[in-house]
Nanobody, 124 residues
Framework: QVELVESGGDSVQAGGSLRLACAAS????????MAWFRQAPGKEREGIAV????????LYADSVKGRFTISQDNANNILYLQMNSLKPEDTAMYYC?????????????????WGEGTQVTVSS
């Protein structure tokens, strides 16, 4: 079992920055990938960034590429999402996810463990 707890969500103005954190605990050595998803009201959950734990390889959705950076602190089992140049359309609940699969990183069904989310609101 892996437990995930997100933090860092806030309300900011467009153009601002935030850093989200996801603290992982439990049987973390079994995790292959960790990712950030987001879900806006009335929309599907969207995979925005993934990190392969062993290699630190990363991938991003086109909607955030060049603005967001996913990274990990291995010593403390923390996953980060640095978000720059925020836009109103980035407003959503942001979730941390972890899983064992190496397929379709953007598909929420590929992840077993989820945090409860942290809210990000960007005003224009």
């Amino acid at each position: 079992q892996v437990e995930l707890v997100e933090s860092g969500g806030d309300s900011v103005q467009a153009g601002g920055s935030l850093r989200l954190a996801c603290a992982a605990s439990g049987v973390t050595y079994t995790v292959y990938r960790m990712a950030w998803f987001r879900q806006a009201p009335g929309k599907e959950r969207e995979g925005i960034a993934v990190l392969t734990v062993t290699s630190s390889n990363t991938l991003y959705a086109d909607s955030v590429k060049g603005r967001f950076t996913i990274s990990q602190d291995n010593a403390n089992n923390i996953l980060y999402l640095q978000m720059n140049s925020l836009k109103p359309e980035d407003t959503a609940m942001y979730y941390c996810a972890a899983g064992h699969s190496n397929d379709r990183w953007y598909d929420a069904n590929q992840y077993v463990y989820w945090g409860e989310g942290t809210q990000v609101t960007v005003s224009s």
